[in-house]
């Protein structure tokens, strides 16, 4: 499934708590991206056709509910990002970022200390 970007903000105010009428996911990132509330609707009716999210009728409104889980959606986009541009391989990945000084001194601590925890599961 694709997510736009702006499809997204909509699914992370959602997993962040459900579930929400359209107005208060208005007032939780449409107003602060500079949306109209149509644009919100439009969006909302994109991620309804994609069943990324459930409609349920609440008297005159409708509560959402996302219907994909956060750690899945994120576990499909990295793989796709991966396959998309690193032949599926997250080495080449870390090293554009390296190459490109993008990594912080932290970062690079992070990565050693998951390295060795693989190592040591892998023993």
Known sequence: MRISAAES???ETLW???PLTAEEIFAEVGEAQGWAEPTL??????LLKKNAVSAQKDGRRYLYRPLVARADYVEAESQGLLDRLFDGRLAPLVSH??????LTPEDIADLKRLIAELDDDGK
Not at 97 to 102: M, N
């Open 9 to 11: 903000l909509v699914m």
């Open 16 to 18: 962040r708590r459900q």
């Open 41 to 46: 609707k439009t969006l909302l009716g994109r």
């Open 97 to 102: 970022f390296s190459e490109r000084q993008r």
